[in-house]
């Protein structure tokens, strides 16, 4: 009988364990100009799990390639550079994509984006299972407060 219980509870455990899942909360993306190929998407991903994980990419129908960057300083210069890897997201923590910093990168845009629209992007995990959000696309001036100082909700 007690093994039986202790299977049981175990199982109860890596059940949970497993549901848990990122969270992602306010993804945007900024409009782009007629010609422009590329885009940013930015967002709050929580892990809610007690793995650590990466965001390893994503697929969107609005983009031919989707690759995950981060801003680095060369000299006196900002550039665009593909984190090749992924973004580590640590279990429990909240992990803030935002302009300047890491995001994920539209590349190849079938049309330009246009404030106001929304568009799907599936993003992509090492561990856990791919998660679909809906971007919505806006200005900075919109943005800016908005997102820069929301603290991701506790689910």
Excluded: C
Excluded at 105 to 131: E, I, S, V
């Amino acid at each position: 009988m007690k093994k039986i219980l202790w299977t049981l509870l175990a199982l109860g455990m890596t059940q949970n364990v497993l549901a848990a899942e990122m969270m992602v909360e306010q993804p945007w993306a900024r409009p782009t100009l007629q010609g422009m190929t590329m885009g940013g998407a930015f967002m709050l991903l929580k892990n809610e799990s007690a793995q650590n994980d990466i965001l390893i990419g994503g697929e969107s129908p609005v983009a031919d390639k989707i690759e995950i960057h981060t801003h680095v300083r060369e000299g006196d210069v900002m550039k665009m550079r593909e984190v090749k890897g992924g973004i580590p997201l640590p279990a429990g923590q909240l992990v803030k994509l935002e302009p300047g910093a890491y995001h994920v990168m539209l590349m190849g845009l079938k049309k330009p984006l246009n404030a106001g629209d929304r568009f799907p992007l599936t993003l992509k995990f090492k561990h856990a299972k791919p998660k679909t959000v809906q971007v919505k696309v806006e200005s900075m001036q919109g943005s800016g407060s908005q997102h820069g100082a929301h603290d991701m909700k506790h689910h």
